[in-house]
Nanobody, 122 residues
Framework: QVQLVETGGGLVQAGGSLRLSCATS????????RSWFRQAPGKEREFVAT????????EYADSVKGRFTISRDNAKNTVYLQMNSLKPEDTAVYYC???????????????WGQGTQVTVSS
């Protein structure tokens, strides 16, 4: 059974940092792009960041560019999201996802984690 498990969420003050991890079991996604999405209360899930299979290429939503960094360790089958200079508007449930094609469109993703809550207080 394939599982993606996010950890590292929590409550942090504005300006603080958190590092999310997404560990995978059941199969390897070393040849797949990996991505992070988030869903704030009352809003649709949105793209945050994506990284290519070997980590050489990354893309970010404009709202997080310069503050968030996505990375991956294929030996550990894990992808990370370092979040700095957090803002209250970053409050959301953060999901990791994997798909053979990747991209910013969440509808194309076949594999999802259960999500981890990030709350940023002002």
């Amino acid at each position: 059974q394939v599982q993606l498990v996010e950890t590292g969420g929590g409550l942090v003050q504005a300006g603080g940092s958190l590092r999310l991890s997404c560990a995978t079991s059941g199969r390897t996604f070393s040849t797949y792009p990996r991505s992070w999405f988030r869903q704030a209360p009352g809003k649709e899930r949105e793209f945050v960041a994506t990284i290519s299979s070997r980590g050489g290429s990354t893309e970010y939503a404009d709202s997080v560019k310069g503050r968030f960094t996505i990375s991956r360790d294929n030996a550990k089958n894990t992808v990370y999201l370092q979040m700095n200079s957090l803002k209250p508007e970053d409050t959301a449930v953060y999901y990791c996802a994997a798909d053979r094609l990747g991209g910013r469109n969440q509808r194309s993703y076949d594999y999802w984690g259960q999500g981890t809550q990030v709350t940023v207080s002002s």
